[in-house]
């Protein structure tokens, strides 16, 4: 069984629950790959940022986020977005 961990991205336009293996994240001190099983982690998430993730099916994806504020507790993660904006899915 793969391990995953589960993405859930709360906005003023609704609610969407991703299962993904990885996600990278900019913040205000860096960019961050989020697993698995990662420490706790609340951080903001930087104006205007891409954030790239991997589906468990091998899909890749983006958004691109207004900015927001990141939890990370192991393999639950709440992003809370003022507007994310899909990009296409990557093949990959």
Same mark, same amino acid.
């Given at each position: 069984? %793969? =391990?995953?961990?589960?993405?859930?991205? %709360? @906005?003023?336009?609704?609610?969407? +629950?991703?299962?993904?293996?990885?996600? !990278?994240? +900019? +913040?205000?001190?860096? =960019?961050?790959? %989020?697993?698995?099983?990662?420490?706790?982690?609340?951080?903001?998430?930087?104006?205007?940022?891409?954030?790239?993730?991997?589906?468990?099916?091998?899909?890749?994806?983006?958004?691109?986020?207004?900015?927001?504020?990141?939890?990370? !507790?192991?393999? !639950?993660? +709440?992003?809370?977005?003022? @507007?994310? %904006? !899909?990009? =296409?899915?990557?093949?990959?």
């Amino acid at each position: 069984m %793969i =391990e995953a961990l589960n993405l859930q991205l %709360i @906005s003023s336009v609704g609610n969407q +629950t991703l299962r993904l293996l990885w996600f !990278e994240v +900019t +913040t205000p001190t860096g =960019e961050f790959v %989020i697993g698995p099983g990662h420490q706790p982690l609340v951080s903001l998430v930087s104006p205007q940022s891409k954030l790239l993730y991997k589906k468990t099916d091998g899909t890749m994806g983006m958004f691109v986020v207004c900015g927001g504020v990141l939890h990370v !507790e192991h393999n !639950e993660v +709440t992003l809370l977005l003022d @507007s994310p %904006i !899909e990009a =296409e899915d990557k093949q990959g």
